[in-house]
Nanobody
Framework: QVQLRESEGRSVQAGDSLRLSCAASGLTFSTYTMGWFRQAPGKGREFVSAITSSGRYTDAGFLTGRFTISRDNAKNTVQLQMNGLTPEDTAVYYC?????????????????WGQGTQVTVSS
């Protein structure tokens, strides 16, 4: 059984940093591209960043370099380092796995999802 488990989210102040982690089990981690998505209240699920097993990554344009995705294939984990958080970053953040070595920003292309973790940024 595949499981993706995100680390616990937090409530932070604008300008703070936060690091999310996702632990994967039940799959051959190195054969999956891992992604982070987010969903704000009343909005659809939005692509944030994704990384292939070889370390190639793509970020959403709105990030302007504030977030960094990384992965540890030995530990079956993927991280999202978020810096310079703003209230607009408030959302439920999801970890997702897409079989293969391509990066896709479409959530419907991802095979497995975590349950999500709440990040709240106050001004």
């Amino acid at each position: 059984q595949v499981q993706l488990r995100e680390s616990e989210g937090r409530s932070v102040q604008a300008g703070d940093s936060l690091r999310l982690s996702c632990a994967a089990s039940g799959l051959t981690f190195s054969t999956y591209t891992m992604g982070w998505f987010r969903q704000a209240p009343g909005k659809g699920r939005e692509f944030v960043s994704a990384i292939t097993s070889s370390g190639r990554y793509t970020d959403a344009g709105f990030l302007t370099g504030r977030f960094t995705i990384s992965r540890d294939n030995a530990k079956n984990t993927v991280q999202l380092q978020m810096n310079g958080l703003t209230p607009e970053d408030t959302a439920v953040y999801y970890c997702a796995a897409n079989y293969g070595y391509a990066i896709d920003i479409r959530p419907e292309q991802y095979d497995y999802w975590g349950q999500g973790t709440q990040v709240t940024v106050s001004s």
